[in-house]
Nanobody, 124 residues
């Protein structure tokens, strides 16, 4: 089993930065790939970024490329999402997810474990 706890969300203004954290516990072999997704009210869950634990390989959704950075801290079992140049359209609940597989995926259905989410609100 894997448990995920997100933190770091809040209310910011457009152009500001935030760093989200996802503390993971449980079996390391059940979280080979860690991802961030987000969901705004009335919209589908959207892929944001993922990172592979073994080598730190990353991938980003088109809407956040060049602005967001995903990283990991093995000693702390924590994944981060550094968000820069935030826009009102980034407003959403951000979820941390873990996949047991070694193949990278942007599909939420391929992730096995989920955190409860943290709210990010960006004002104009």
């Amino acid at each position: 089993q894997v448990q995920l706890v997100e933190s770091g969300g809040g209310l910011v203004q457009a152009g500001d930065s935030l760093r989200l954290s996802c503390a993971a516990s449980g079996r390391t072999f059940s979280r080979h790939v860690m991802g961030w997704f987000r969901q705004a009210p009335g919209k589908q869950r959207e892929f944001v970024a993922h990172i592979r634990w073994s080598d730190g390989n990353t991938y980003y959704g088109d809407s956040v490329k060049g602005r967001f950075t995903i990283s990991r801290d093995n000693a702390k079992n924590t994944v981060y999402l550094q968000m820069k140049s935030l826009k009102p359209e980034d407003t959403a609940v951000y979820y941390c997810a873990a996949s047991k597989g070694i193949l990278s995926s942007t599909d939420y259905a391929d992730y096995n474990y989920w955190g409860q989410g943290t709210q990010v609100t960006v004002s104009s």
